[in-house]
């Protein structure tokens, strides 16, 4: 499996057709996989803001009034806000804002960025990062006439771990997950729990290569891919009533000693 950075594409701004963009930088064949940066897909769609859209309400005041006191941060009322109107639930209020999104991603201040927005104060998350990515890869299989599959990432933390890695928010042409149960290992012994969640490997090994910070390049090509002949699967985020972890977040409260 080959995977490298495409190389040339030019600042995404408003009403830019991301699919044309990729299409005239990379030379593609069926079976590729794009991973293509949210930052991009959301510049694209006009997705930038600036603070002062955001009027505080008294729950973002009463947020950011909390963060300050348990983790000494000063937090903008307005920013706050951002975060509540970008979420479908608030798991955490303190010391950070945990959000669930409304495509159901889990992520600090809903995935709200305020890096590489030369012209606005804010770049929120794409609001369908599947429907996104349907729409880059039947673009660029009306240009070039390559079948690719799309995964639409970013960035994120992970519990129990420090550091972050790159994760799926969006895919079309592929799978979300690979599923191994039934099948054997060398011993013999049927698998019975692993379902692989692809789309969050391909979009980590991309990001490898895309990068961080001013140097980084948006988009990463992925060619030798081969999911194989396995169970597909697009369930990747866990439902609320079998995330224990959630579950027992929405019950935990921040204490200052």
Partial sequence: MDVSAVEGLPEVRP???????????????????????STIVSKAAGRQADLDDFEASDRARDIADRIAAVAGEEKDPRFAQAVIEES???????????????????????GIDRSNVPDADLLLLPEDPTDCAERIRAGVRERTGADVAVVVT??????????????ALGWAGIHAARDWRGEHDRDGRELGVTVQAVVDELAAAGNLVTGEGDGGTPVALI???????????????????????????????????
């Fill in 15 to 37: 009403g830019d057709d991301v699919a044309e963009l990729v299409a005239e930088c990379a030379d593609l064949q069926d079976g590729d996989v794009l991973c293509v940066a």
């Fill in 88 to 110: 479908e639930e608030i798991i955490l209020d303190a010391p950070f804002i945990l959000a669930v999104t409304h495509f159901g991603h889990i992520t600090v201040n809903a």
């Fill in 154 to 167: 970013d960035t994120s933390g992970r519990p129990f771990r420090l550091g972050q890695r790159g994760v």
């Fill in 223 to 257: 060619r030798g891919f081969e999911f194989g002949d396995h169970g597909g699967s697009d369930d990747l985020y866990r439902s609320p009533e079998k995330d224990v972890v959630r579950q027992a977040l929405r019950e935990w409260s921040h204490v200052r000693d």
